[in-house]
Antibody, heavy 119, light 107 residues
Framework: QVTLKESGPGILQPSQTLSLTCTFS??????????VGWIRQPSGKGLEWLAN???????YYNPSLKNRLTISKDTSNNQAFLKITNVDTADTATYYC???????????WGQGASVTVSS | DIQMTQSPASLSASLGETVTIQCQAS??????LAWYQQKPGKSPQLLIY???SLQDGVPSRFSGSGSGTQYSLKISSMQTEDEGVYFC?????????FGSGTKLEIK
């Protein structure tokens, strides 16, 4: 059974760095074709893909967030991470991690972590 | 970026009714399309991938079709548990992009 769970700070202030962790089970990021991605959703709005990391450490980012994103992984501990620098109120959202299995398809999602940016 | 335009934004359907949701890509995505269902307060769940392949465990009343730039999701007999928001997503090119969603309610 594949499960993913996001964790984060909950609340942070503008200009700070948001650090998110995705802890997963049921698959390994050292297995060929596996990937983990991050997607966010402001309350009541749509989905925005942020970044992917693959088993071979290949990484892709959404250019709309320019150079603010960094994705990484810890294969030994079945975790993936996302950092977003210089946050502002527009980054307030629920952040999801999801598994990518040999393709662009997100076939398993975490429950989401709510993040609020407020002074 | 590939833009995904979904329609309608919302609709209501009676139990047993057939429902169709449309998704148009701004360029040919060669069937690189997935559909997700999101129920209130929950994370999205994969329904369809490759435009028409049903994800394991998804009821057979859900089906997907289309090619090129035009795709659709059909629910052949609306059930109460089908209420939620449906999103399409293209996977041909990065950045991966989603449609804006269709909110489906029971009439």
């Amino acid at each position: 059974q594949v499960t993913l769970k996001e964790s984060g700070p909950g609340i942070l202030q503008p200009s700070q760095t948001l650090s998110l962790t995705c802890t997963f089970s049921g698959f390994s990021l050292s297995t060929y074709g596996m990937g983990v991605g991050w997607i966010r959703q402001p309350s009541g709005k749509g989905l925005e893909w942020l970044a992917n990391i693959w088993w071979d450490d290949d990484k892709y980012y959404n250019p709309s967030l320019k150079n603010r994103l960094t994705i990484s992984k810890d294969t030994s501990n079945n975790q993936a991470f996302l950092k977003i620098t210089n946050v502002d109120t527009a980054d307030t959202a629920t952040y999801y991690c999801a598994r990518f299995n040999n393709s662009y398809v997100m076939d398993a999602w975490g429950q989401g972590a709510s993040v609020t940016v407020s002074s | 970026d590939i833009q995904m335009t979904q329609s309608p934004a919302s609709l209501s359907a009676s139990l047993g009714e057939t429902v169709t949701i449309q998704c148009q890509a701004s360029e040919d995505i060669y069937s690189g399309l997935a559909w997700y269902q999101q129920k209130p307060g929950k994370s999205p769940q994969l329904l369809i991938y490759g435009a028409s392949s049903l994800q394991d465990g998804v009821p057979s009343r859900f089906s997907g079709s289309g090619s090129g730039t035009q795709y659709s999701l059909k629910i052949s007999s609306m059930q109460t548990e089908d209420e939620g928001v449906y999103f399409c997503q293209q996977g041909l090119k990065y950045p991966l992009t989603f449609g804006s969603g269709t909110k489906l309610e029971i009439k």
